[in-house]
């Protein structure tokens, strides 16, 4: 953790996101989010299908840029950043994103080993050593030679998590590990999320729409509704908070944002 433990910078969030709007062809999806995330908290967002979760989780890195507010990561706001520490700041993140973004071209060592053959100079036995201890922490120890194509659903999203951890970032965004998995498979990911927060010195979000999943990973929980976070709350709060739409949530009836 590189935050000091002097003074107020120790009570500095590792993000910060300030009074943030987005808008696409007209329609409002973010709608002024503020939201703050701790040094080496799992903060996980919760939300229905189309409530603006994957555009929140882009702004964060920087893939989306805001009509208006401030992602702050680190005290640094993106949006002021010169280019070099913007790629800099973004250097702190690893995703993982929705649909687990392989390159299906390409065996698990090589996609393991392309962000650290794109961003270090790192030898190619380094690499294979970085490689092994990634696999090992997904639990997927010696498939180096397979490709995406022959391994299962749940495999192939604990490759995209070894991916993600390669380069060590600071902060892993996770969109959705979840979805498509059958519930044994889903509980296992969560393992493998948990075992990470627990073994690195990680900041985590988490999108999920899967409750179970929230209340196995998640320090806090958040909601998204409207185009702004209307509840935040450790799990055990959360479940007893009055809001009709987050018991309708918690009861597994979430509304479409869509259709709604
Ligand atoms: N690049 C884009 N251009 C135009 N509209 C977009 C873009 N990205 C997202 N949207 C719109 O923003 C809204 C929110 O999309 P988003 O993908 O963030 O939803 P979500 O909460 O992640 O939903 P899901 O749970 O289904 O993944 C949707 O109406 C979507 O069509
Ligand atoms: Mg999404």
Not at 49 to 66: F, N, R
Not at 203 to 222: G, K, L, N, Q
Request: aromatic content about 4%.
């Amino acid at each position: 953790m590189q935050e000091q433990s002097s003074g107020s910078s120790r009570r500095l969030p590792k993000i910060a996101v300030i009074d943030l709007w987005k808008s696409f062809s007209g329609k409002e999806v973010l709608r002024g989010v503020n939201l703050t995330v701790a040094p080496g908290e799992s903060l996980v967002i919760v939300g229905g299908s189309g409530a603006g979760k994957s555009v929140l989780l882009k702004h964060l890195i920087g893939l989306i840029q805001p009509d208006r507010g401030h992602v702050i990561v680190d005290g640094e706001d993106l949006a002021c950043a010169d280019p070099e520490r913007c790629l800099a700041i973004r250097r702190k993140f690893g995703m993982s994103f929705q649909e687990g973004a392989l390159f299906d071209s390409m065996n698990v060592f090589d996609n393991i080993a392309f962000p650290l053959r794109r961003h270090t100079r790192m030898s190619e036995e380094e690499i294979a050593e970085r490689v092994r201890e990634c696999l090992n922490l997904v639990h997927l120890s010696g498939i180096e030679k397979k490709m995406p194509a022959q391994l299962s659903g749940g495999m192939r999203r604990r490759v995209g998590f070894a991916r993600a951890i390669a380069l060590k970032p600071e902060i892993l965004l996770f969109d959705e590990p979840n979805t498509g998995l059958d519930p044994i498979t889903a509980a296992a990911i969560d393992r493998v999320i948990m075992e990470m927060r627990d073994k690195l010195p990680v900041t985590m979000v988490t999108i999920t729409h899967d409750m179970s999943s929230a209340f196995r990973i998640a320090d806090r929980i958040a909601m998204l509704r409207d185009g702004k976070i209307v509840a935040v709350a450790a799990p055990e709060e959360f479940r007893t908070l009055p809001d009709p739409y987050v018991q309708g949530f918690l009861a597994g009836q979430p509304v479409d944002e869509e259709v709604a």
